[in-house]
């Protein structure tokens, strides 16, 4: 805290009280040298604050920026955070379209493995119970999910 001037001038001599001038002059020169005191004092109480101040402030500044900083790594991680999140939810997504793709190709096959055995008469049409070199041995997709027919 910086400590205020306490020393009262006393009213500045003037010549226009010219029977008082010597005797308030002398007064109020006796006064001047601490009161001077008093006022350098203040105004190096006031310096140190200022420099407190600025020192402070600096610090704060440092502060806010090392906060900002935290700030932006945290928004950074969230927005990694989501981005994982949302490639996760796409892959979870597309496992489940590739699981229903998978189930949907497997009952066709099983419903067309039926045709195992049976033939193709002289017309081109698939018939029971006919014994040629036309007649379906194996059925199975490839992996570009096309029906691969094995005639024997």
């Known amino acids: ?43 190096t109480g006031a310096n ?33 955070s989501l981005e994982y999140s949302n490639t996760s939810s796409s892959f979870a997504s597309n496992s489940a379209e590739a699981r229903d793709y998978v189930a949907e190709q497997s009952a066709f096959v099983a419903s067309i493995y039926g045709l195992v055995g049976i033939g193709i008469d002289s017309a081109g049409n698939l018939s029971a119970n006919i014994n040629s070199e036309s007649n379906i041995s194996d059925m199975a997709l490839n992996s570009d999910g096309e029906l691969i027919v094995t005639y024997s």
Do not use: C, H, Q
């Open 48 to 80: 140190m604050s200022a420099n407190l101040a600025a020192a402070s402030a600096a610090s704060v500044t440092g502060e806010m920026d090392a906060a900002e900083a935290s700030a932006i790594v945290a928004n950074s991680a969230m927005l990694s």
């Open 1 to 43: 805290m910086v400590d205020l001037i306490t020393t009262d001038l006393t009213p500045v001599p003037a010549r226009t009280r010219p029977t008082t001038y010597s005797s308030e002059a002398d007064t109020f020169d006796a006064k001047l040298p601490a009161w001077a005191d008093e006022a350098n004092a203040l105004a």
